[in-house]
């Protein structure tokens, strides 16, 4: 084939004197690559592999990392994984080898990904997120995804999610917003982890964690600041009544001081706070996760304590009545899983006392049919969003539609287990969910949410809107 007979059966000649119009009309000092980003903007992006590998979380435990490729790039995700995993959440596959990690490993997931995943997307544009997640459940058939795995099925999810930002050029939370019909890209409200309690610690403390909102900064940059600052001066009030041994922290970075109370742990969070004079400006929320230590129809209190005095069940009108006196003595704005994840009737009793945001976490389990059970019953106004626990964007998007649709709030919130990935943190803006749970200003993982949200509010410029009082939008 001659030159000429190659340059016209590709049309090539036509596409050239186009890009070179198109440097001409521009100006450009360096027609060479303005021809050459002119030309490669002609031809659409497609997926030509996706390839998987076995990671470790922040815990030491294996996940799922994706590297997915398309004739432009190399685009990177990698998964979180909850300590815990409930009946009604997608399934994390792993392969139950004691002798491997445990039987934590993820090589079955890997598997899936490099042999059967990357077959059935291979030719598929990025862009088309709902086509690419569909294929990819009908490749599953299963209802929870337990075929593949739901951290193989989310890991290309994502990484897909960010090849189609990249094909349209646009960033990441404005390509998820175009996916939602969103708009307006709103810097979510953080909720720092300042204490840490529940299974996740080795004090006494039997609720999860003790958090602070500052929603009384004007941007996320102020917002940021507060919570660091609060968390320091905590610090400092940990060592002054606990030791420097209540300086250890939980898997999320919040300190872990010898406390068995919630009462205990509010009054040093307060302390805290008040030595950084931002008293009106931030708000207490408390995670409760009160399935942990739920039995039968009581809620032990003391579950973790050494010295058990068997005299601190609760019932679960004992339980609204604290919650009550909590919200009367402290600035608690939120208060996530207040009961076990079957105690509709307590967390509608105490939904309709309109006392404060009341978080659904394992009572949802990010469950589009207990979401749409608890709207129906108003059973919490709060859903704390894990896109683990439903495995793919799509689903994510839809869950947030349900519940801004019921006047709820979001939290779009990390898992125990996490990576350096900072994906939750565009998701959190692109859908004007108000609030984001990524732990404490502290841990490498962590932050990267946190700075991530920096990185945005500064590239949005005059048009960032913090969400401040508005946190449950």
Not at 61 to 80: M, Q
Request: proline share 3%; with cysteine; aromatic share 6%.
């Amino acid at each position: 084939m001659s030159v000429q007979d190659y340059l016209d059966k590709h049309m090539l000649s036509r596409k050239i004197e186009d890009a070179v119009n198109a440097a001409v009309r521009a100006k450009t000092p360096d027609p060479v690559l303005f021809i050459s980003n002119h030309m490669k903007k002609a031809v659409s992006s497609v997926i030509t592999k996706v390839k998987a590998r076995q990671i470790l979380d922040s815990r030491g435990i294996p996940t799922v990392e994706v590297e997915l490729f398309t004739n432009k790039g190399v685009f990177r995700a990698s998964v979180p994984c909850g300590d815990s995993t409930g009946m009604y959440e997608a399934v994390e596959l792993r392969d139950g080898d004691k002798g491997t990690y445990l039987g934590n490993a993820v090589t079955k997931a890997v598997k899936n990904i490099n042999e059967k995943i990357s077959e059935a997307l291979v030719g598929m544009d990025p862009t088309v997120q709902l086509q690419i997640d569909q294929a990819m459940i009908d490749l599953d058939k299963t209802e929870k995804k337990s075929e593949l795995g739901a951290n193989a099925i989310l890991a290309v999810s994502i990484a897909a999610c960010r090849a189609g930002a990249a094909e349209k050029e646009v960033p990441l939370y404005k390509h998820i917003a175009d996916l939602s019909g969103k708009t307006n890209a709103i810097v979510p409200v953080p909720a720092f982890t300042v204490i840490s309690g529940g299974k996740h610690s080795g004090n006494s403390l039997p609720v999860q964690d003790i958090m602070i909102l500052p929603t009384g900064a004007g941007r996320f940059e102020e917002a940021l600041q507060m919570g660091s600052e609060t968390y320091h001066h905590l610090k400092a009030v940990v060592t002054e009544k606990y030791g420097a041994n209540g300086c250890n922290v939980g898997e999320d970075g919040g300190f872990v001081p010898d406390i068995s109370s919630v009462r205990e742990g509010l009054d040093i969070v307060r302390e805290a706070i008040g030595r950084t004079g931002y008293n009106d400006k931030i708000k207490i929320g408390i995670g409760v996760a009160a399935t942990e230590f739920c039995i039968g129809t009581k809620y032990d209190l003391e579950f973790k304590s050494p010295n058990k005095s068997g005299q601190n069940f609760k019932s679960g009108e004992d339980m609204i009545q604290m919650y009550k006196d909590l919200c009367i003595d402290y600035p608690i704005a939120s208060i996530e899983d207040p009961f076990d994840k079957e105690d509709w009737e307590h967390s509608k009793r105490f939904c309709s006392l309109g006392l404060c945001q009341v978080v659904g976490d394992d009572l949802l389990m990010s469950n589009p049919k207990r979401i749409e059970r608890a709207i129906h019953e108003s059973a919490c106004n709060s859903l704390l969003l894990k896109i683990n626990q439903i495995g793919t964007v799509t689903e994510a998007v839809d869950v947030v539609k349900m519940a801004k649709e019921a006047h709820w709030g979001v939290v779009v919130s990390q898992r125990f287990g996490e990576t350096n990935d900072c994906f939750i943190a565009d998701l959190a803006v692109a859908l004007g969910a108000g609030q984001i749970k990524a732990g404490a200003p502290c841990r490498g993982e962590r932050v990267a949410k946190y700075n991530q949200l920096l990185r945005i509010e500064q590239e949005l410029g005059d048009q960032a809107v913090y969400a401040g009082e508005d946190w449950r939008l």
